[in-house]
C-alpha cells in the first residue's frame, strides 16, 4: 500500500517548478518564457535598487505570471498565424483566469494582483476596464510588464522566427506609433536598454 509521506506540504519552489515543467510541455516552453522574464525583472530591480522581500516577491510573481495560459486552448495559444478578434479576446482573459486560479492560496496573496495587472501599461491593457487599473505609478507592475514585453519580442515562437539583438527588441518598444506600446513606463525601458539581458 501506498504510504503518504508525513511532511504533506509542499514547498513554493517545488510548486514552481512542477508547473513550470508541466507548461513546457506541449505549451511552446512557456515555462522557459517565465523564467527569462523573472531573470529580466530581476536585472532591473537590481538597477532600480530594489531588492529583499518586493524582489523576492516579484521573482515568484514573474515565474507565475503566465499560469493562466493554460485555460488557453493550444490550438489558439499555438497558432502560427494570427488570431480572429474572438480569439484574441480568450487570449486577453489570461491575467483574469491566472489570479482566479491562485486566489485560494493564501501564501500566494501578494503576488496575484500583479499577475492580474501584468498587461496594463498606465491605464492600457486588459482584461479589466482602463478605469479599474489600481494604481498607474506602481513600479513593480511596470517593471513585469517591460520584462514580459521584451522577453516575447526576443524570443523564437511559432509565430516569431525571427533573432533579434537586444538593442532591436528596446528600439521595438520605444516605437511611439505601435499602439502596442501605449502606456509603457519607457523610463523603465531606458533602464533595461543599459542592462546585459541574462538568461535570452
Known sequence: MFDI????T???DDFIKLILDYMNDGYYFLGDHSKRVAAVTGAILDKLGINGKDKELMRYTALLHDIGKLSIPKSILLAP??????EFELVKDHPLSGYRKLAHIESLKNINPIILYHHYRNGFGY???????????????DV???????????EERIYNVWNLEHMDVIKILKNEDDPK????NQEIVDILSKINTPGM
Do not use: F, M
Open 10 to 12: 509542499i514547498s513554493i
Open 127 to 141: 482584461p479589466q476596464k482602463l478605469e479599474d487599473y489600481p494604481v498607474s505609478d506602481n513600479i513593480l507592475i
Open 181 to 184: 506600446n501605449k502606456g509603457i
Open 81 to 86: 498565424r494570427q488570431l480572429t478578434d474572438k
Open 5 to 8: 509521506a508525513e511532511n504533506k
Open 144 to 154: 513585469l510588464t517591460v520584462a514580459d514585453s521584451y522577453s516575447a519580442i526576443k
